[in-house]
């Protein structure tokens, strides 16, 4: 293998690239976890951080990725053969309701075509159907990071409330928050689940839960196992509860950075420079698929996402040799397809520490790897991009 020298790009929708600022944040000597400065911090940490989530409830963090959240989210609010429902955004939609499944949750989906968002009135049908409220809780994905495709969550929390149901409404927002606006006290969502290796631009291994206080009422009546994951355990006023135990201290300082970089950008600079940088994505992928060979994967414009893009590859072509061209000769690591798409697709991640030049260099570096894999593609892709960046 030849010696790499220069950036070598993480396109991959999660991990995403980490900002040299959150980087030395964390470069300092461990402290007593136990003391007074750091259990000052860490309270303070547990407040600031519900602002990302537009929430007043309580938020969370967990040392786990955002699987380990999914079972906290879950673990809290149900009980033993309780049931859910999950409509299919894709891949991950699927997953979730796998580990509920795991957890003794009886769990159904509500399908979907992966090229869509969802829709609501599927939803609101089948809560209707369920008089006796069995159903506990929809667990919806905000942003499904196989498809690029983002949900509208106002649209669903109408459907719930139109048909009257009092189920829980479960958001997961790990390939949203902060890339898209997502408001959980204003939209009604009563426990969102996060992930700080998106939107957050840290390493992997913290998650997030945060809960309202319909979310706490369930919280109490629940009765599944939840060991490390409690609410309860976790809120008493003894700093080692908080962590359930000694507490991630170096990844705490780089989200203390991470919230602080944030709140300087504000969060509507960070949305419409992700909507910017999507759209550069976007249009070098409507020129690449002029040649008949590569699709966007989310058929309707106002649902694709701000943060992740998925292409989908004609069956002649090969895209797990596109995303090898692109790592070993191009320096450019991009997001594998799964499920339904994971013969027949490869992803772009473009969320979190990320600028106009990071993004053609990347766009570039694809277009490359379509040239040296004899992939079809309109000429001009990356000139499109740069179209839309030079528009405003
Ligand atoms: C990345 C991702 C997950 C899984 O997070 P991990 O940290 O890999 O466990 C779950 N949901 C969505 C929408 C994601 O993008």
Request: net charge negative; proline share 5%; hydrophobic share 45%.
């Amino acid at each position: 293998m030849s010696v790499k020298r220069g950036r070598i790009f993480l396109q991959t929708p999660g991990p995403t690239n980490i900002p040299e600022r959150v980087l030395n944040a964390m470069h300092r000597s461990a402290v007593e976890f136990a003391g007074p400065e750091f259990g000052a911090f860490a309270r303070k940490l547990l407040i600031d951080i519900k602002p990302l989530f537009r929430t007043e409830g309580t938020v969370f963090i967990y040392a786990a990725n955002g699987h380990g959240a999914w079972d906290a989210a879950l673990s809290n609010i149900l009980s033993p053969g309780d049931k859910v429902l999950a409509p299919e955004t894709g891949r991950f939609a699927l997953s979730w309701a796998d580990q509920a499944r795991n957890l003794g949750i009886e769990t159904e989906i509500v399908p979907n075509d992966w090229r869509r968002a969802i829709v609501p009135a599927d939803l609101e049908a089948r809560l209707r159907a369920d008089p006796e409220h069995a159903i506990k809780a929809v667990l919806l994905v905000h942003t499904d990071t196989a498809t690029g495709i983002t949900c509208d969550i106002p649209a669903v929390r109408r459907a719930i409330d139109a048909a009257g149901h009092p189920a829980l409404l479960v958001v997961d927002t790990i390939a949203s928050l902060l890339t898209t606006e997502f408001e959980m006290d204003a939209w009604g969502v009563d426990v969102a689940v996060a992930a700080c290796q998106k939107g957050l631009m840290m390493p992997p291994g913290l998650s997030f839960v945060a809960a309202n206080d319909k979310a706490f009422a369930a919280h109490r009546d629940s009765t599944l196992p939840r060991g490390y994951w409690d609410w309860t355990d976790r809120l008493q006023d003894v700093g080692y509860k908080w962590f359930c135990g000694t507490a991630p201290e170096h990844l705490l300082f780089g989200l203390r950075e991470a919230i602080d970089m944030i709140n300087e950008e504000g969060f509507d600079a960070i949305f419409a420079r992700h909507a910017r940088l999507a759209a550069a994505v976007r249009a070098a992928i409507g020129v690449w698929s002029q040649a008949g060979a590569l699709e966007l994967a989310a058929r309707e414009q106002s649902e694709q996402a701000n943060s992740v893009s998925t292409i989908l590859v004609d069956p002649a072509y090969d895209p797990v040799e596109i995303r090898t061209i692109c790592r070993d000769r191009f320096d450019l690591a991009l997001g594998n397809g799964l499920g339904q798409f994971e013969k027949n697709s490869f992803r772009i991640g473009h969320m979190g520490d990320l600028n106009a030049p990071m993004i053609l260099g990347a766009l570039a570096a694809v277009e490359a790897g379509l040239v040296v894999c004899g992939v079809p593609h309109g000429q001009g892709g990356v000139n499109a991009a740069i179209d839309v960046l030079a528009a405003d």
